[in-house]
């Protein structure tokens, strides 16, 4: 059986040119998809699991709203051949494919379409979640772009407990998703992002073809580490990356400030303070109500950690009773899931979190904010009724040695932290004003954050920003695909956009936000339009 399946996707290969047609058909594209997949890894429409399936990876409740344009099809592949398969048949009958890893996307674009009408299928990667790691020297591992942060994590920790993976926060994340926009977490000053720690991938590409690194060329594999791969470049099923030493103990704490207990002036410092700590320590902060919580991260004992803090922050009051001593692995289910969480709890895959509709965006700091503005803040916005909240992450240490042209993320050097404005209401009633709280505080901060552009990260999506515009034919305009991309990614966009047709120059995988192509030839004659009009 599985050699006819392999022969029937030989022959699909062979035979399809490979051209997108405008007009889709559903049952023929079903029919294509049976002969290569078996069909318990199908859910049509019309299949009793399919409202389940396409809810199981969900995170925002605002996305299964009634008229939210719903995919003909969930694809679940067990094998890189089910995602060949997927592709071959999609080109054939005129059906893009999105594809998933853990449902984080902010604005749910690797399940949903912004526009109704439009004929897609969903490539669903939660049944390829294996992690392989290997100890080395190197000390890398292979992972499955359907696994989560969490399952990446509880492999490593288990592996050694002097291994690690600088990552994000947040162990319901799929690896896929995070490492196609970069991924930073609390080992981010020590040892940059999860995406600089890519040495290897496999690749689904337009043609339904199986590339790794080697093959897919070097422009290509820069793009997808960060330059959002997972739904711009093909299917991304798994990738190599490089493991991280920690050491045996690490000390959190967590420390709460008041407004009344100087929140507004221990914050206006942190922003001097947290960017050139030692890169073994890293400080955020949770601003909400009227409180800011400093939240910690320390490789190494609380005895060596104290020192550091008296003399560089001692404005915090960090002492003995706010340390917590344990592993890294620990740590990861502390920080993020409370005191009570176990390491075994970062495996599942769903939390509470998942239920509560949510908005957010992002900014770039390079310059501190002012007293009075953060005043202002606590006073004006963060005092609302209607409040959400706001992360900050600083920057400096590794992430910013790393020059902004090495990875599609370009922010670097001269990046004080990242902000991100988060709210999240319970019913769509509340939608209007909870969602209007996070773009007003928005264009409040315009004046203080960074410019020219206005950077944004790409993992936390905003279709505030933008979003594509179809140029000639189905392919997604440049031009108005640099409205948003150069916020997420800078100078950068350009040539990850050169990657992009380099690829996919028909601009098969796409979405709302996903990289157009642009042709160098294209470059070239405008490039010669400028030169004759000297």
């Known amino acids: 059986m599985a050699s006819l399946r392999t022969m029937a996707l030989a022959m699909l290969i062979m035979i399809s040119s490979f051209f997108f047609s405008s007009y889709a058909s559903s049952d023929n594209f079903l029919m294509c998809l049976s002969a290569s997949i078996p069909n318990k890894l199908l859910f049509a429409e019309s299949s009793p699991r399919f409202s389940s399936v396409l809810a199981s990876s969900v995170r925002n409740p605002r996305f299964l709203a009634p008229g939210t344009a719903r995919p003909l099809c969930i694809i679940t592949p067990t094998n890189a051949s089910h995602a060949q398969a997927a592709v071959v048949c999609g080109r054939r009958h005129g059906v893009r494919l999105r594809v998933r890893s853990g449902g984080h996307d902010y604005e749910g674009l690797s399940y949903r379409s912004v526009r109704p009408g439009s004929a897609f299928a969903v490539v669903d990667l939660a049944r390829l979640r294996s992690v392989r790691v290997t100890r080395g020297p190197p000390a890398t591992a292979w992972v499955d772009s359907g696994a989560t942060l969490g399952e990446l994590y509880h492999a490593v920790g288990r592996a050694s407990g002097r291994l690690a993976f600088p990552a994000g926060l947040c162990p319901t994340v799929g690896v896929g998703g995070h490492l196609s926009g970069g991924g930073f977490g609390m080992l981010l000053r020590k040892h940059g992002l999860a995406a600089d720690h890519v040495v290897d991938a496999v690749l689904v590409d337009a043609k339904g073809r199986l590339l790794d690194r080697n093959s897919m060329g070097r422009d290509v594999f820069w793009a997808i580490r960060g330059g959002g791969g997972g739904g711009s470049f093909g299917i991304v099923l798994s990738w190599r990356v490089k493991l991280v030493p920690v050491p045996p103990t690490v000390t959190v704490f967590t420390v709460a400030k008041s407004v009344e207990e100087g ?93 509560v509709f949510s908005k957010a965006t992002s900014d770039y700091v390079r310059r501190g904010i002012s007293r009075d503005t953060w005043a202002e803040v606590f006073t004006g916005w963060l005092a609302k009724p209607d409040a959400g909240l706001m992360i900050l992450d600083p920057y400096g240490g590794k992430i910013a040695d790393v020059p902004e042209s090495a990875t599609p993320f370009p922010h670097r050097g001269g990046v004080l932290y990242n902000i991100q404005y988060m709210n999240f209401w319970e019913g769509s009633s509340e939608e209007a004003a909870r969602a209007g709280w996070v773009k007003d505080l928005y264009t409040f901060m315009e004046p203080h954050v960074s410019k020219n552009p206005r950077q944004a990260y790409a993992n936390y999506k905003d279709l505030w920003l933008g979003e594509n515009v179809v140029g000639a034919g189905p392919i997604r305009s440049f031009e108005a695909g640099k409205v948003w991309g150069e916020k997420y990614y800078k100078s950068n966009f350009r040539r990850i956009a050169m990657a992009k047709h380099e690829i996919d120059p028909d601009d098969y995988f796409s979405n709302e936000q996903s990289i157009p192509p642009l042709a160098v030839q294209l470059i070239l004659t405008n490039m010669a339009q400028v030169d004759r009009s000297y």
């Not at 929140?263 to 409180?291: M, N, T």
């Open 263 to 355: 929140a507004v002036d221990i914050l206006a410092k942190w922003q001097e303070v947290a960017p050139a700590l030692p890169d073994d320590l890293f400080v955020r902060v949770l601003v909400q109500g009227q409180v800011a919580s400093f939240q910690s991260l320390y490789l190494g004992s609380c005895d060596a950690l104290l020192p550091v803090m008296r003399h560089r922050f001692p404005a915090l009051g960090v002492n003995r009773k706010h340390c917590k001593e344990m592993t890294w692995l620990q740590s990861v289910a502390y920080v993020y899931l409370g005191a009570g969480a176990t390491v075994e709890d970062i495996l599942n895959r769903t939390s509470a979190v998942d239920a």
